[in-house]
């Protein structure tokens, strides 16, 4: 099976940076649009994880979720096979355990692609920022 495993997370204080990663041993980023997602505390797995971006294929499109607009960046290099996800003026809101996945397809309609070829989520990685 295709895991993903993502790396970089750690505890900050409001207005500070991380610069979260993801790679995979099986699944090559260049052949896919990448997505993170995140899980916030206290909610209900069932509902979901919530986009919080994505970049094609080509690393030609990204797309955020409003929240973060102007203070995530996604990039990917493909030679390496990583996924990043710069995050800057963080903010308490932003706490959550950060995932990386597939997506089907990179725009404000764009969800997780799980299964088969592209694999399950991994353990993912903590985000805490303090007030």
């Known amino acids: 099976q295709v895991y993903m495993e993502e790396s970089g997370g750690g505890m900050v204080q409001s207005g500070g940076a991380l610069r979260l990663s993801c790679t995979s041993s099986?699944?090559?980023?260049?052949?896919?649009?990448m997505g993170w997602f995140r899980q916030l505390p206290g909610s209900n797995p069932s509902e979901g994880r919530e986009?919080?971006?994505?970049?094609?294929?080509?690393?030609?499109?990204?797309y955020y979720q409003d929240s973060v607009k102007g203070r995530f960046t996604i990039s990917k290099d493909n030679a390496k096979n990583i996924v990043y996800l710069q995050m800057n003026d963080l903010q308490p809101e932003d706490t959550a355990t950060y995932y990386c996945?597939?997506?089907?397809?990179?725009?404000?309609?764009?969800?997780?692609?799980?299964?088969?070829?592209?694999?399950?989520w991994g353990q993912g990685t903590q985000v805490t920022v303090s007030s």
């Open positions: 996945a597939a997506a089907n397809g990179c725009g404000p309609r764009s969800g997780v692609r799980l299964g088969g070829e592209v694999g399950y």
């Open positions: 099986r699944l090559t980023f260049a052949n896919y649009d």
């Open positions: 986009v919080v971006g994505c970049i094609s294929w080509n690393g030609m499109t990204t």
